[in-house]
């Protein structure tokens, strides 16, 4: 559905940029507002959430939240940023009518189909694509705002230059991260959790699998310079490049953690607002909107805004170590530092000396005879669990019981480079939990249908992996050296004595040379609440009247509560003022405080206290009603059949546009062109049409991704292949086989456009392949518009069947089902939308992680990303390339045309079990993609088995034990066949 960019870039001047801070709970939310944040943004319980493990909020708060944001000049962002299968739109419809009605500002989308659904529901409603859409060109954009985008969150893999390049050809929102973590993978392209432990980070349920530890090889031998966490990314802090981002024309900066404490929230946004503000009042003066602005040129940094020291403006909040992610270079060399993949916190120092437990002994019990430490350290852990901070500690004493400190902890001697207190949490260490030898005992035959292994079992990724290689504590102890004097606090610059309590993760032993960090502060002051919203009340008491109690904002509404009966009049006692006054004072925890309080008292009336307190309680209610935002229209009537009548209508056009008959849409040619279409499914007649019954046989395809596999694949009597190649001059070279094999070849473009990569998508083009694989929005269009043939791949994340009627609307003639789909949203699909135009993988290794971050250079002897490039043999191509896991799997690496990096998982996938059935329903096409390395044998016995399949030489049962034969060391059915966990409206 092409719809106009309802929401342009203001016409005066370019605002000042908004600061958006994230809310997982009502803690975080009122944090950021103290935080000095411009917008949050949040999640429902109700799923549809790409942080479903984050508290999040209910349906039913969803108004009392705006009314909180809104009362303190907010605005707030609702994130519906995960795929919607096809049984989930009525759940999705019933949500948006919600947040409509609560005055939601703006929603975050990521899947294409809900971004038709939402516009339709409620056409006022402001849309952002999420980053999990991937957008990170202009040209993509271009594409994206066809479904009434106003606002992109762009990949944290642009560079400020690449995003200024975006905001030079794009007049839409541009909002970008500045704080917390950052993935390994393009977000919306990883499917690591997926394929590891059945959790679809595409469905908001990321098991971080990238924060687990690898070991990266090379030719069998272990490469130690890139750490036991190779694919664990520090964590992103920009804060003192707000200038520049600014200057490129970002127009909010994001800050990631929704799963994280208040604490958190509130240190980082105040940060960030402190330096917002101090660079836009050098850039755009006292008005905050910048009327003149050469956005061809970055500033650079400017001494008068002074340093800015990110570990230290963030000492006491969570972080893996910082990093300015790839903002200042595509190919960073601090992105990865590979010691840990959980909280580091602020450097301490360097573990001098190491004392015997006899000397740690006496330090104890010197510092043990100081209740009032003790009771300090206690009352810091019972804080510190309140904020949701995660450091490495103890656990903390019941209530009521005092911690027990051992008398055996080894003392440290340390030299500080920071302030440090008795309760502080310290972590100490930096071992690598891996060994070389690392199990290869997993490489066993596997037998269908056992049960997992105990083994396999753990290889599912934890919701939060714990460092396992970090002695973590409390300090219980700190003596100054030389004197041997008890402190209750150490600063910066002295050597001192410090004793932990006992950690029960303290793994390896402690020894001179290791870093300690602080992880968490007791002595932080406690957290400031919001500014309250001032209001005047006023209580009038009258004999024979009803008892009134209005309140007045600074702004101008008015409430009123009154009594339903008049007062009576007091016989004996008067009523007391100040204690009427008192009662209608207390508005305690609510977001009101009381500027002004004016009793008026006629007469003798008799006013009960409870009379009072009841009027405030509703007078209270009546406040937070009058500041929730008016809510957006919507239409009375569900959009979905339309909705679905249109893709049938867009199946249509794109046989049409590929010449088939009409026959293979199922319509019959004497009936009505729109009859069946009223309800947007297809005739029940040809719901289980089968191939014997006069459709076509379903083609399958292969995808190659060397040139040995296109000459293997060719001598195995395959008529079409995909072709997926690192370099040019093997391009050329498969174009010549194909030709001379007389095959049908299709270009696959690579998954990532950035700016000025359209040149990579020509040269594919300049080839004159028979059709192009699109893995992108930018490389759908350029294609559709040269080549007839386009199919959209899995990549652009279609799980339901208005994603993929968009697709074909944007050109594409096929679209292949993305890898979070399972077998029963699929059947779902082509419930609405004609089988003949799905195109299915159904025998792949998984590309876990699709990253920037060039693995090869990483390990090379330098230690620097990108230098490869500069040799004439690139990293890449000396020696054989894997990912080991903890248990011993080697997972395949493979780069792409843009020099991007895959981690493909080392077991095949297959769904050879299920293609018979999907066949006999109409499904077009049918894939299998080899690794990136294969052993010809194998891929000509593989084809034998699922073209037997599909022509019916033998079923699907038949077909597994056969690929059990070939791939003996790893062979599994994959997810896809699972249902995930889905949503429904009986949860909105």
């Known amino acids: 559905m092409n719809v106009p960019n309802q929401f342009p870039k203001p016409a005066g ?79 999705l419809e019933a949500v948006v009518r919600r947040a409509a009605g609560a005055g939601v500002d703006a929603v975050l989308v990521q899947d294409f189909g809900a971004a038709q659904l939402i516009r339709a529901i409620c056409p006022s409603l402001e849309l952002h694509a999420s980053t999990q859409m991937t957008l990170a060109s202009a040209e993509s954009i271009d594409v994206a705002r066809r479904l009434g985008i106003a606002r992109v969150v762009l990949p944290r893999e642009l560079t400020i230059e690449q995003i200024l390049a975006v905001r030079r050809n794009c007049d839409l929102g541009l909002e970008v991260f500045v704080h917390g973590a950052l993935c390994i993978s393009f977000s919306g392209q990883c499917a690591a959790s997926l394929s590891l432990g059945g959790r679809s980070a595409n469905r908001g349920q990321c098991a971080q699998a990238c924060r687990l530890p690898y070991r990266l090889v090379c030719d069998g031998r272990p490469i130690s310079s890139t750490g036991a966490y190779p694919l664990s990314p520090n964590d992103l802090a920009a804060l003192d490049l707000i200038p520049q981002l600014t200057a490129a024309g970002v127009d909010a900066f994001k800050i990631e953690g929704r799963m994280k404490g208040p604490d958190y929230v509130f240190t980082v946004a105040s940060a960030y607002r402190r330096a917002i503000d101090r660079c836009t009042a050098e850039l755009f003066g006292q008005s905050g909107r910048a009327t003149a602005f050469d956005s061809l040129k970055l500033p650079s940094d400017r001494a008068e805004l002074g340093p800015i020291d990110a570990a230290t403006a963030f000492a006491g909040t969570f972080s893996r170590g910082f990093c300015r992610g790839w903002l200042q270079n595509e190919h960073p060399s601090d992105l990865v530092a590979g010691l840990q993949p959980g909280h580091r916190g602020q450097l301490l120092g360097v573990v001098e000396a190491v004392l015997d437990a006899v000397d740690a002994a006496r330090i104890s019990r010197a510092n043990k005879s100081n209740r009032r430490q003790r009771r300090d350290a206690s009352t810091a852990d019972r804080a510190a669990a309140k904020r949701g901070s995660c450091p490495a500690r103890e656990p903390i004493a019941a209530a009521g019981r005092r911690p027990q400190f051992p008398p055996a902890q080894p003392a440290l001697r340390i030299w500080l480079t920071a302030d440090l207190a008795l309760g502080d949490g310290i972590a100490i260490g930096l071992a690598e939990p891996l060994a070389n030898d690392l199990g290869q005992a997993v490489d066993q035959p596997k037998r269908r249908g056992r049960r997992k292994t105990a083994d396999e079992e753990r290889s599912m990724p934890a919701a939060a992996p714990a460092p396992r290689d970090v002695v973590g504590g409390r300090v219980v102890a700190i003596t100054s050296v030389p004197d041997g004097r008890p402190q209750d606090r150490a600063f910066a610059g002295e050597t001192v004595l410090v004793v932990m309590g006992r950690s029960p993760s303290a793994l390896v032993s402690v020894r001179p040379g290791m870093l300690v960090f602080k992880t968490d502060d007791a002595t932080a002051a406690p957290l400031p609440v919001p500014k309250k919203m001032a209001i005047d009340v006023q209580v009038r008491a009258v004999a024979g009247e009803p008892l009134t109690l209005t309140a007045q904002f600074s702004d101008g509404p008015i409430c009123r509560a009154s009594s339903p009966e008049p007062l009576a009049s007091a016989s004996c006692r008067p009523t007391d003022a100040d204690s009427v006054a008192a009662a209608a004072s207390r508005f305690g925890d609510t977001p009101f405080t009381v500027r002004q309080l004016d009793v008026q008292i006629d007469g003798m009336p008799l006013v009960p206290l409870s009379l009072v307190n009841q009027l405030r309680r509703d007078l209270i209610g009546l406040l937070l009603a ?88 060719l001598d195995a009597g395959c008529r079409e292949l995909i072709v997926d190649l690192a370099d040019e001059n093997d391009w050329r070279q498969a174009d010549r086989l194909c030709r001379q094999a007389g095959v049908r070849w299709l270009a696959a473009a690579p998954r990532i456009h950035k700016p000025g990569e359209s040149v990579l998508i020509e040269r594919l083009l300049a080839l004159q392949p028979d059709g192009v694989l699109a893995r992108n929005l930018a490389a759908l269009t350029m294609a559709a518009s ?18 993929a009627a968009w697709l074909i609307e944007q050109g594409a003639s096929r679209v292949a089902v993305a890898l979070d789909a399972h077998l029963g949203s699929v059947d779902q699909w082509m419930e609405h939308l004609s089988p003949g135009l799905l195109e299915m993988v159904v025998h792949l290794h998984v590309p876990m992680f699709h990253t920037a971050h060039c693995l090869y250079s990483a390990g090379s002897c330098c230690g620097r990303a990108g230098v490869c490039r500069s040799r004439q043999r690139p990293q890449c191509r000396r020696g054989r390339w894997r990912v080991k896991d903890r248990l011993g799997i080697d997972h395949s690496i493979g780069r792409d045309l843009a020099c991007r990096v895959t981690v493909f998982h080392a077991w095949l996938q297959s769904a050879v079990e299920w293609a018979p059935r999907l066949a006999r329903r109409g499904l077009g096409r049918f894939r299998i993609e080899w690794p990136p390395e294969l052993e010809r044998n194998k891929l000509a016995a593989t084809l034998s088995v699922y073209r037997d399949v599909l022509e019916g030489r033998c079923d699907g049962q038949t077909g597994w034990r056969r690929l059990g034969e070939i791939y003996p060391n790893g062979l599994t059915r994959g997810l896809w066949r699972v249902a995930r966990p889905s949503w429904s409206s009986e949860s909105v």
């Open 626 to 713: 009058a500041r929730r935002p008016p809510g957006h229209a919507t239409l009375s009537e569900s959009p979905l059949p339309e909705l679905r009548c249109r893709a049938r209508v867009s199946a249509q056009a794109a046989f049409a546009r590929a010449g088939q008959p009409r026959e293979r849409l199922g319509e019959p040619e004497d009936r009505p062109s729109g009859a069946e279409m009223t309800d947007g499914t297809l005739p029940t007649g040809i719901r289980e049409r089968s191939v014997e019954a006069g459709g076509k046989r379903p083609m399958l395809t292969a995808l190659c991704r060397s040139v040995d596999q296109v000459a293997a694949t």
């Open 786 to 803: 040269r080549v007839g043939n386009v199919v959209a791949d899995y990549s652009l994340n279609a799980v339901n069947e208005l994603s």
């Open 13 to 91: 001047g370019r605002a000042a940029p908004e600061l958006l801070a994230p809310a997982g709970d009502w803690a975080s939310l009122r944090a950021a507002i103290a935080g000095g944040a411009d917008a949050v943004y949040f999640g429902l319980r109700t799923g549809f959430n790409a942080r479903a493990r984050a508290a999040n909020f209910a349906t039913d708060e969803l108004a009392d939240v705006m009314a909180e944001l809104r009362g303190h000049g907010l605005r707030g962002y609702l994130t519906l940023n995960t795929l919607v299968f096809s049984e989930e739109w009525t759940a």
